[in-house]
């Protein structure tokens, strides 16, 4: 018996974006541990997805150019699908991978600053993207919590390994996530045993506030900024740092840099000061001074520019902050 599910059939659509879209600088993000759900490749990427129940595999692959955008998305599932079903996925998928977000005023407003203008040049129309559902991203933040990079990938890859399953589909084999309700039926001590610590309570309270339908993504996507701060926060286990993360890479507001977490605050006072360490407090005032109405989408782009370099070649001091 296999022990993967096969995704054999196919149905192509082509989705054009929000002009700029830069399909290699928003599907891949550099600074992103690695999964086993997901792989990219130059102007192709695939990843599982859970819609309505059904485990799907989609890839992506690049048909257009920044200024004229357009994607072409493979789904692959296991049995045919039905128009309503697509008719359902398509503003999902647009919606995680932010086909929507006009940046042009940014990329056009910054284009001859000091610090953004080469980065901009290279990375025009980079956004952020969700790729995941609310729930999975609380998950993937969770792992993240006071771990290193290589022990956050341990800790998912045991959560896949146990709750989720894997798909075949384009020749590849990946790990999916879970639903909810699949994770809620094991005790805290069950998920304790899969080695993620003190974290087993966490993944044991948000499970169930999901499971029990206490939360809507799609509500949330509609509420204001301080509006979906406040609903977050009642999320157990889920700090300031991590609401800040989710309202820039799942709710796209752009200006929402209120914190910045130890490791950040090293990298940015050598990208930004060329020195060691920095206070906190003097890189938030560099981003509100300069970029207002844009702040963390410019800490976005310089963050990112950063771990492309590595990706090619690897920087010392980055490297001793990332320990993978």
Same mark, same amino acid.
């Given at each position: ?223 204001? !900024?301080?509006?979906?701060? @406040?609903?977050? +926060?009642? =999320? ?7 609401? %800040?993360? /989710?309202? *820039? ?26 020195? !060691?360490?920095?206070?906190? @407090?003097?890189? +938030?005032? =560099? ?7 844009? %702040?963390? /989408?410019? *800490? ?25």
């Amino acid at each position: 018996m296999a022990e993967y599910l096969a995704l054999n059939k196919k149905t192509s659509i082509i989705l054009e974006p929000k002009v700029p879209y830069n399909f290699d600088a928003n599907f891949y993000k550099p600074s992103h541990f690695p999964s086993s759900d997901n792989v990219w490749e130059k102007e192709k990427y695939w990843i599982t997805m859970i819609w309505k129940s059904k485990r799907l595999g989609l890839k992506f692959e690049n048909a257009g150019t920044i200024k004229k955008p357009k994607i072409k998305v493979n789904i692959y599932t296991q049995k045919e699908l039905l128009k309503e079903f697509i008719d359902s996925l398509i503003p999902e998928i647009w919606w995680r991978f932010n086909f929507g977000q006009d940046i042009s005023e940014f990329c056009e407003k910054f284009r001859n600053d000091e610090v953004l203008d080469s980065i901009i040049k290279k990375w025009q129309g980079m956004k952020p993207i969700a790729a995941n559902s609310l729930y999975e991203t609380l998950i993937i933040y969770l792992v993240l919590q006071n771990a290193t990079a290589r022990r956050s990938v341990q800790m998912l890859e045991n959560l896949f390994d146990r709750f989720g399953k894997k798909v075949k589909f384009d020749g590849r084999i990946f790990s999916t996530f879970w639903e909810p309700k699949d994770m809620a039926k094991s005790t805290e001590q069950e998920i304790r045993d899969l080695k993620v610590g003190y974290r087993a309570k966490y993944f044991t309270k948000i499970t169930r506030q999901f499971a029990n339908k206490g939360i809507n993504e799609f509500t949330l996507r509609k509420m204001s !900024k301080e509006e979906v701060k @406040k609903e977050m +926060l009642k =999320f157990y286990g889920i700090g300031p740092a991590s609401v %800040e993360y /989710l309202l *820039f890479e799942d709710f796209y507001f752009l200006d929402s840099l209120e914190i910045i977490p130890p490791w950040e605050q090293k990298i940015m006072s050598r990208l930004i000061f060329n020195q !060691k360490l920095v206070s906190a @407090k003097k890189i +938030l005032e =560099f981003f509100k001074q300069r970029y207002t109405g844009w %702040e963390k /989408l410019a *800490f976005h782009y310089i963050w990112e520019d950063v771990f492309w370099k590595r990706k090619y070649q690897p920087i010392e001091w980055l490297e001793k902050e990332i320990r993978l």
